[in-house]
């Protein structure tokens, strides 16, 4: 028996409906989960790691649109519940799925699930999630008792994909768009998933997740700001994608120099300065609709003075976008701890930025960001998943 995505989840999706009617243990709900779980067996026996992604309209089944779907409403529900993802990484037993499913239908009906007490618990074969947020203030929403600086966000859903974006690029040159706007979206439901506007940052924990922790931050950074400063959604969304994607000329470094704890040679240097030019070659190859992301890429570590690289034959203005990448992309690299220097405090980094500003910032970008990360402070949630400790971090610039 071949498995079919669109077959699984239309059964997914009856289960989900059938459970809302029964109870645990009645035969009508008993049937849709074992037909459901049947299906994803038979899907799996085709392939290993299923992945769908929803993106309102729009069914991803691995990177390609999955058709034969017409009038499935499941996928904007789910991704207003916040599951813009979901995987099976691995073989699950009925007993995972089912929990599984009672977790979706949580989400699903906004019912105050004790996710502390859940996850633990939850199959790490199934991966779902567009915020993957714990302790979630958007599902909790009554609950006052959540700290407001403090609110621990797993991003570890968007940071698994960014790392498969990445690795993706650098095997095929080419970049899954789907994805990376996924990312992108479920970076922006998270800025606004609590009760007053956030900006969640990850705090780097291995150092070769540095590019990836980097490039998810200057997105939400990028998104912030552009918000902040009164842009329309498309034009947020556009310099999300931006940010997420500025360092993609990274993949071309090798590994080596990327994750090097000393100094560079002027040799090592080189191979560093070329990231820029070759990430918008990359972007520009595969997705012509990223032509601001390209640009973006370009220029993102020109300063307003022209000096930074890539050396520009002839002084001109940067682009507006590449410009407000800069003070979120520098913001970011000083306020991670490297092996040459700590992480910087708050406060010294945006006096470093007022300091610079009109020299290597532009003078209105430099004075909303540091004026929003000021107000803004006591709301950054501080992202931590792993628990490793932290290790030796690369010497990559910015
Ligand atoms: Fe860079
Ligand atoms: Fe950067």
């Not at 499935?72 to 813009?84: E, K, V």
């Not at 012509?288 to 890429?297: E, I, K, P, Q, S």
């Amino acid at each position: 028996m071949s498995g079919d995505p669109a077959r699984f989840l239309t059964a997914f999706a009856q289960a989900l409906a059938t459970m809302t009617l029964y109870a645990e243990g009645h035969p009508a709900r008993e049937r849709a989960i074992d037909t459901a779980y049947k299906e994803l067996h038979d899907l799996q026996a085709a392939t290993v790691q299923p992945l769908f992604t929803f993106l309102g309209d729009e069914i991803v089944y691995g990177n390609l649109p999955l058709k034969g779907l017409g009038g499935w409403d499941w996928s904007q529900r789910l991704a207003q519940a916040g599951i813009q993802r979901l995987q099976f990484s691995d073989r699950v037993t009925k007993d995972e799925f089912e929990t599984f499913l009672d977790e979706i239908l949580a989400r699903l009906t906004l019912s105050a699930i004790d996710t502390t007490m859940a996850s633990p618990m939850r199959s790490s074969a199934i991966k779902y999630g567009a915020v993957g947020v714990r302790g979630d203030a958007s599902i909790d929403a009554e609950s006052s008792h959540l700290p407001t600086a403090t609110i621990s966000y797993s991003l570890a859903e968007e940071t698994d994909t960014l790392r498969w974006v990445h690795d993706e690029v650098s095997a095929k040159g080419f970049i899954p768009l789907v994805e990376a706007e996924a990312v992108v979206r479920s970076l922006s439901v998270a800025m606004h998933s609590g009760r007053q506007f956030m900006i969640p940052l990850l705090q780097l924990k291995e150092f070769d997740q540095y590019t990836t922790t980097h490039s998810l931050n200057v997105s939400v950074l990028a998104m912030a700001l552009a918000e902040f400063l009164g842009l329309g959604a498309r034009d947020v969304q556009a310099f999300g994608i931006a940010g997420l994607l500025h360092d993609l000329g990274k993949v071309r470094i090798p590994i080596e120099v990327l994750t090097k704890p000393g100094r560079f040679t002027d040799e090592e240097r080189l191979i560093m300065n070329r990231h820029p030019a070759d990430g918008a070659r990359i972007i520009l190859t595969s997705e012509n609709r990223l032509d601001l992301a390209a640009v973006v890429a370009y220029e993102h570590h020109i300063m307003l003075n022209g000096e930074g690289y890539p050396t520009m034959q002839f002084r001109r203005d940067c682009h507006f976008a590449s410009k407000l990448v800069h003070v979120c992309d520098v913001y970011d690299a000083l306020r991670t701890t490297r092996p040459y220097r700590e992480a910087w405090p708050q406060e010294r980094t945006l006096a470093y930025i007022d300091g610079r500003s009109a020299t290597e910032f532009d003078p209105v970008l430099a004075g909303a960001f540091t004026r929003m990360m000021r107000q803004r402070e006591t709301q950054v949630a501080v992202v931590v998943d792993k628990e490793a400790p932290i290790a030796a971090q690369p010497a990559a610039g910015g």
